[in-house]
């Protein structure tokens, strides 16, 4: 019988694992932590899916093409307007997103039985269960850890878990891999397969493990706490380049804007993460001074990005009692472990928080309003626990941004395999996960990690059993032709018979196939277009944090990228920014930030003139009027070099 080697205990793996055996595959996990689990036990907020059995019970008028829309919109960054063509990971994500989701229940016995709806996207369908006494990630997971375990224990031919074994290198040979090469106890071991799947997650530790792809791609984030657990450094990746495999969109980090802080170790660079669907229940953001300022269920991105722009730390995450009520498993988590605390009223809350009560009043009412009219101005649509009162009960957590996925990783296609350089699949290799890229473009949906591990790590068990398959089925790779035969000896005893017919040659080795009979659901789409991936003049994309503005550590490292006379935190009026009105010196003023853009006016889309009419100038109200909030802050933090100072007027 057939054997494969999954590498990487998470979801992904495990979703992976468990489909090569119900294709009839032996299977060894080769995890490199003393248990299996990796960051899918931490997903907070629940598992994504369109037209589901849940959806139709709760009378939710969803698709799996407008779960496609949501994720085109959020991987591309076009929010608004007509929408953004599709492209095959997209689809093959959201389209398998139901039946991914009735896999959980139907083979491992789940509910997943309601649904929240989570930033960016425009149905309920982030499904957990509703009588779940643990978070969705490790309520999921769980079940396939020990689901594993037990085929394991019951036959352990068919099933094989290796733990403590970090993978060191792929065995590959005539171009196929071939098996892994990890380390045991100190010694290295040899293994072999007729396939391997690479399931071991993104490199978000970067920040807490100096000297990794983070560092190389990303060090402007290095400052930031994360969620990551220290195996995340991004080995699968790096094992895999080195036989040849292609990476795309390394440089798009997601930076989340709910990491709670522990208010007596708030300087601990790894948090807890606040669950999207604490905002999906009606949470709200405030700011130091009591206040809203912006959509608080806005995409990650988005959320980061105003709250970098506002610089009005500390924030706090609301919830009121309506809110706390409908996620209370989630909340007593956090209340116990001490990053959320509850209040019996608004005038405590205000008091702990040093604002006047009457600041926290105006802000419910205000927000009491627009949920009536529905017309808040930062754009929220969905009011689900409105009204607020300063007479109700609250949870409340302090929050901070935090490295927490990597969008970038190992190219793959639509069957989860893993391509080369030239964009053709390495045969024997398929990958899922976080450690893949191209799934989630710029900027992954909440909800859609655990999503991602189901739907992909299925493709990739389905599709490496398709591989054996016919790796089974073939003959010696021949040409046509009469001639000679000659048998060549190997050290292991298997000798390669190679016969040479006139102008061609037919080896004693099978054929290899590269391609599968069976095409993914979206065959025929594009990748996502190269521009999506081209960093900005610095090599920053998405989630780039302006100086000094997110985690206490930030400071120092974050000064000392930029020069000490243009630190982001200097005041300068408007008098002061109106000498830097030249080509050779062009600075402008965009929501209170004072920009440099003297280097980027030659990249500029708009040409340097739209720039240069306002060299030394205030250009909001203008810059405002065709740009998107937070593109400043997401593309170019680099170039804030201070802020408005603002004066008394007489």
Same mark, same amino acid.
């Not at 789940?110 to 009588?131: E, F, M």
């Not at 689900?384 to 957590?397: L, N, R």
């Given at each position: 019988?057939?054997?494969?080697?999954?590498?990487?205990?998470?979801?992904?793996?495990?979703?992976?694992?468990?489909?090569?055996?119900?294709?009839?595959?032996?299977?060894?996990?080769?995890?490199?932590?003393?248990?299996?689990?990796?960051?899918?036990?931490?997903?907070?907020?629940?598992?994504?899916?369109?037209?589901?059995?849940?959806?139709?019970?709760?009378?939710?008028?969803?698709?799996?093409?407008?779960?496609?829309?949501?994720?085109?919109?959020?991987?591309?960054?076009?929010?608004?307007?007509?929408?953004?063509?599709?492209?095959?990971?997209?689809?093959?994500?959201?389209?398998?997103?139901?039946?991914?989701?009735?896999?959980?229940?139907?083979?491992?016995?789940?509910?997943?039985?309601?649904?929240?709806?989570?930033?960016?996207?425009?149905?309920?369908?982030?499904?957990?269960?509703?009588?779940?006494?643990?978070?969705?990630?490790?309520?999921?997971?769980?079940?396939?850890?020990?689901?594993?375990?037990?085929?394991?224990?019951?036959?352990?031919?068919?099933?094989?878990?290796?733990?403590?074994?970090?993978?060191?290198?792929?065995?590959?040979?005539?171009?196929?891999?071939?098996?892994?090469?990890?380390?045991?106890?100190?010694?290295?071991?040899?293994?072999?397969?007729?396939?391997?799947?690479?399931?071991?997650?993104?490199?978000?530790?970067?920040?807490?493990?100096?000297?990794?792809?983070?560092?190389?791609?990303?060090?402007?984030?290095?400052?930031?706490?994360?969620?990551?657990?220290?195996?995340?450094?991004?080995?699968?990746?790096?094992?895999?380049?080195?036989?040849?495999?292609?990476?795309?969109?390394?440089?798009?980090?997601?930076?989340?804007?709910?990491?709670?802080?522990?208010?007596?170790?708030?300087?601990?660079?790894?948090?807890?993460?606040?669950?999207?669907?604490?905002?999906?229940?009606?949470?709200?953001?405030?700011?130091?001074?009591?206040?809203?300022?912006?959509?608080?269920?806005?995409?990650?991105?988005?959320?980061?990005?105003?709250?970098?722009?506002?610089?009005?730390?500390?924030?706090?995450?609301?919830?009121?009692?309506?809110?706390?009520?409908?996620?209370?498993?989630?909340?007593?988590?956090?209340?116990?472990?001490?990053?959320?605390?509850?209040?019996?009223?608004?005038?405590?809350?205000?008091?702990?928080?040093?604002?006047?009560?009457?600041?926290?009043?105006?802000?419910?009412?205000?927000?009491?309003?627009?949920?009536?009219?529905?017309?808040?101005?930062?754009?929220?649509?969905?009011?689900?626990?409105?009204?607020?009162?300063?007479?109700?009960?609250?949870?409340?957590?302090?929050?901070?941004?935090?490295?927490?996925?990597?969008?970038?990783?190992?190219?793959?296609?639509?069957?989860?395999?893993?391509?080369?350089?030239?964009?053709?699949?390495?045969?024997?290799?398929?990958?899922?996960?976080?450690?893949?890229?191209?799934?989630?473009?710029?900027?992954?949906?909440?909800?859609?990690?655990?999503?991602?591990?189901?739907?992909?790590?299925?493709?990739?068990?389905?599709?490496?059993?398709?591989?054996?398959?016919?790796?089974?089925?073939?003959?010696?790779?021949?040409?046509?032709?009469?001639?000679?035969?000659?048998?060549?000896?190997?050290?292991?005893?298997?000798?390669?018979?190679?016969?040479?017919?006139?102008?061609?040659?037919?080896?004693?080795?099978?054929?290899? &196939? !590269? $391609?599968?009979? @069976?095409? +993914?659901? /979206? =065959?025929?789409?594009?990748?996502? #277009? *190269?521009?999506?991936?081209? &960093? !900005? $003049?610095?090599? @920053?994309? +998405?989630? /780039? =944090?302006?100086?000094?503005?997110? #985690? *206490?550590?930030?400071?120092?490292?974050?000064?000392?990228?930029?020069?000490?006379?243009?630190?982001?935190?200097?005041?300068?009026?408007?008098?002061?920014?109106?000498?830097?009105?030249?080509?050779?010196?062009?600075?402008?003023?965009?929501?209170?930030?004072?920009?440099?853009?003297?280097?980027?006016?030659?990249?500029?889309?708009?040409?340097?003139?739209?720039?240069?009419?306002?060299?030394?100038?205030?250009?909001?109200?203008?810059?405002?009027?065709?740009?998107?909030?937070?593109?400043?802050?997401?593309?170019?933090?680099?170039?804030?070099?201070?802020?408005?100072?603002?004066?008394?007027?007489?």
């Amino acid at each position: 019988m057939s054997h494969c080697i999954v590498v990487g205990g998470g979801l992904s793996g495990l979703s992976a694992a468990h489909t090569l055996l119900q294709s009839g595959c032996n299977v060894t996990l080769v995890e490199k932590n003393m248990f299996m689990g990796g960051n899918s036990t931490k997903a907070t907020s629940g598992m994504n899916g369109a037209g589901t059995r849940t959806q139709q019970a709760m009378s939710v008028p969803d698709s799996r093409e407008i779960f496609e829309e949501d994720t085109v919109r959020s991987a591309t960054g076009i929010k608004t307007g007509p929408a953004p063509p599709s492209y095959e990971l997209g689809r093959v994500l959201t389209w398998n997103s139901a039946e991914g989701v009735h896999w959980i229940q139907d083979n491992f016995g789940l509910a997943l039985d309601t649904v929240s709806r989570l930033g960016g996207h425009s149905q309920p369908r982030t499904h957990r269960s509703k009588n779940g006494t643990t978070f969705p990630g490790m309520e999921i997971t769980y079940k396939l850890m020990t689901a594993f375990e037990d085929i394991a224990k019951k036959t352990p031919n068919r099933a094989t878990l290796i733990t403590k074994a970090p993978v060191k290198k792929l065995l590959t040979e005539n171009g196929r891999v071939v098996g892994v090469e990890y380390e045991k106890a100190g010694k290295r071991v040899s293994l072999a397969a007729d396939a391997v799947v690479i399931a071991t997650g993104g490199f978000g530790a970067g920040g807490i493990m100096p000297g990794g792809i983070l560092e190389r791609i990303r060090p402007d984030l290095m400052h930031l706490p994360t969620t990551n657990g220290e195996h995340c450094t991004g080995d699968g990746i790096e094992f895999a380049q080195a036989i040849g495999a292609a990476t795309i969109d390394l440089e798009h980090v997601q930076v989340h804007p709910t990491g709670l802080v522990q208010v007596d170790d708030p300087d601990n660079k790894v948090k807890f993460l606040a669950a999207e669907a604490l905002r999906g229940e009606g949470g709200i953001i405030i700011d130091r001074d009591g206040n809203r300022f912006c959509n608080d269920l806005g995409t990650r991105d988005y959320v980061t990005s105003m709250m970098w722009k506002h610089n009005k730390a500390p924030y706090r995450l609301i919830l009121n009692s309506a809110a706390s009520n409908g996620i209370a498993w989630h909340c007593k988590h956090y209340v116990g472990r001490r990053v959320m605390r509850t209040f019996s009223s608004g005038a405590e809350i205000a008091k702990d928080a040093g604002i006047p009560l009457e600041n926290l009043k105006k802000t419910f009412d205000e927000f009491n309003g627009y949920a009536k009219n529905n017309n808040d101005p930062w754009g929220l649509k969905f009011f689900k626990s409105a009204p607020y009162s300063v007479d109700d009960s609250f949870h409340v957590a302090i929050i901070t941004p935090v490295v927490h996925y990597t969008m970038g990783g190992l190219s793959i296609n639509g069957k989860a395999q893993v391509l080369n350089e030239k964009e053709q699949p390495i045969p024997g290799l398929f990958a899922a996960g976080e450690v893949t890229g191209g799934v989630h473009g710029k900027n992954r949906l909440g909800g859609s990690a655990l999503l991602e591990c189901v739907v992909y790590g299925r493709e990739a068990g389905k599709s490496a059993a398709e591989f054996v398959k016919l790796l089974s089925q073939a003959g010696p790779a021949t040409t046509e032709g009469q001639g000679i035969t000659i048998s060549i000896p190997q050290a292991n005893g298997n000798p390669i018979t190679v016969t040479i017919n006139g102008g061609s040659v037919s080896t004693g080795a099978k054929a290899i &196939p !590269t $391609t599968l009979p @069976t095409p +993914s659901v /979206g =065959a025929g789409l594009p990748r996502l #277009a *190269p521009h999506d991936s081209k &960093p !900005t $003049t610095d090599g @920053t994309t +998405s989630g /780039g =944090a302006p100086a000094g503005t997110a #985690a *206490p550590a930030a400071a120092t490292t974050a000064a000392a990228a930029a020069p000490a006379e243009k630190s982001a935190d200097t005041e300068y009026t408007l008098a002061e920014v109106a000498k830097h009105n030249k080509d050779t010196d062009c600075w402008v003023v965009v929501n209170g930030a004072v920009v440099d853009v003297t280097s980027f006016l030659s990249d500029h889309p708009g040409g340097k003139m739209a720039i240069m009419a306002f060299a030394g100038r205030d250009a909001t109200e203008e810059f405002n009027m065709v740009h998107e909030e937070g593109i400043l802050e997401k593309f170019a933090s680099e170039l804030i070099v201070g802020k408005l100072k603002h004066t008394a007027k007489l």
